[in-house]
C-alpha cells in the first residue's frame, strides 16, 4: 500500500492484479470501478454491476481530472461487500484494512 497524491486528493493506492485500486484519504471512499476491473469484469460487466447495483446505494461519480480519479466511488463497507462479492475480498484486504 503507498501513499500518494493526484491532484491535490490524498489516496491510498494498491497494484491488485495490474489494476491501481484507490481509498481517498479523506473519507475512506474507494474506487468502485478499479475493483470490478481487478476482479476481471469486462467494460460491458462493470457498467452493468455499477448502474444497477453500486449506484443504487450511497456513491459518488467522479467524471474528468486525473484519468485515475474517474468511476464511481462507495463508503468502504460498501467496497468490502463488493470485493468479497467478486472474489477480490482477499487480495483488497490489505488496502482496505489499511
Known amino acids: 500500500v503507498r501513499s500518494a497524491s493526484y491532484s491535490g486528493v490524498k489516496i491510498y493506492e494498491l497494484m491488485i492484479r495490474g489494476v491501481p485500486v484507490m481509498v481517498r484519504q479523506k473519507d475512506s471512499y474507494v474506487n468502485a470501478t478499479q475493483v470490478l476491473r481487478a476482479a476481471g469484469l469486462p467494460k460491458p460487466a ?42 477480490i475480498g482477499e487480495d483488497l484486504r490489505a488496502l482496505l484494512d489499511y
Open 46 to 87: 462493470r457498467t452493468k454491476v455499477l448502474d444497477k447495483q453500486v449506484s443504487q446505494g450511497v456513491h459518488e461519480k467522479i467524471q474528468g481530472g486525473y484519468a485515475g480519479f474517474q468511476g464511481t466511488w462507495i463508503p468502504m463497507d460498501a467496497a468490502r461487500e463488493l470485493a468479497d462479492e467478486y472474489g
